[in-house]
């Protein structure tokens, strides 16, 4: 079965990763253009183009996903199947071009979390399960028929870099058991065992994160801000413009003595290396920062370099 394998950042590469060591005849590798990074600007591989090319596979950036050229580059692989792994979202003529189609991993417990970040809006809505979907793809985006999923829990303190890992892991497992399925299938000429989408009220969406979407409202209870920090930890980064730095980890209470900050001068108070903010319903003791420029960085040692 020839296989082409669209994706760019680390989390594509498990899938990738655990194909080529199982031994499946990846035909070519599908990733974003190169792009500048860091102060010098220098152009940067995508991790799964490293990958790719470390294992000798073609890959291909398109500017464009319906450029012809592109197109007709990609139908000269004569691909059986293609996986789709945190990449673009695909045009019909790309991704209706194998003869056994292509699937997608997702992020979330479809349909809940359709969109570019699933596993951060699922730590930020303080959900206690997530998982993988492998599904087939079709016109509207994470809304194809589903083929498997997997579920794992989500500690109360774990933040989104945590879940990430955990679901990277995962995926290797995923794309197997969703490539040996179809393959059996295909084997013995019988249909695809897959399941519609569940019609559900109140979806949750998982569009994608920018830097106002970050900014914290303090107006929110404790816990509502807590687990909007650790569903934007490590990265991306929680913050607060009158702060002027990242939120990167938080622990809450709920006590009567919030009254006393709330009736303070400064809506900041420090007690013994702490750095106390009021909420909505209590107040939450940030523990590790970053203010513009400066690494990452404890509450203490902040304090410590600003007295």
Not at 137 to 142: M, Y
Not at 199 to 213: D, G, H, Q, V
Request: glycine share 6%; proline share 7%; aromatic share 8%.
């Amino acid at each position: 079965m020839r296989i082409i394998y669209l994706g760019t950042p680390d989390f594509a590469v498990a899938g990738l990763q655990a194909l080529i060591e199982n031994h499946y005849n990846v035909v070519a590798v599908v990733t974003m253009p190169d792009k500048p990074a860091g102060r010098g600007h220098q152009m940067q591989f995508s991790p799964v183009k490293q990958y790719a090319l470390s294992q000798g596979l073609p890959v291909l950036q398109p500017e464009k996903l319906k450029d012809e050229a592109f197109v007709e580059e990609l139908r000269s692989y004569k691909a059986d199947l293609q996986i789709v792994t945190a990449f673009r979202m695909l045009p019909e003529v790309v991704w209706a071009m194998p003869r056994l189609g292509t699937f997608n991993v997702h992020g979330s417990l479809l349909p809940q979390y359709r969109g570019a970040a699933p596993i951060n809006w699922a730590v930020i809505n303080g959900d206690k399960e997530t998982g993988l979907t492998t599904f087939m793809l079709k016109h509207e985006i994470d809304t194809g028929n589903m083929i498997l999923q997997e579920r794992i829990a989500i500690g109360d303190d774990e933040d989104a870099g945590s879940v990430h890992d955990r679901l990277m892991e995962l995926s290797r497992e995923m794309v197997l058991k969703t490539v040996r399925l179809i393959e059996e299938c295909d084997r013995e000429n019988k249909p695809l065992p897959t399941v519609p989408q569940p019609e559900l009220p109140n979806l949750r969406p998982a569009p994608k994160i920018f830097k106002e979407t970050c900014e914290i409202d303090f107006s929110k209870t404790a816990l509502e801000i807590k687990n909007f920090v650790r569903g934007l930890s490590p990265y991306s980064g929680a913050w607060t413009p009158n702060l002027r730095f990242k939120i990167q980890g938080s622990e809450f209470q709920i006590e009567e003595t919030v009254k006393v900050f709330k009736t303070a001068v400064s809506p900041v108070a420090e007690q013994k290396g702490h750095i106390i903010v009021p909420c909505g319903d209590g107040f939450v003791d940030i523990l590790e920062l970053q203010t513009a420029g400066k690494k990452r960085m404890d509450a203490r040692s902040f304090l410590n370099g600003i007295r």
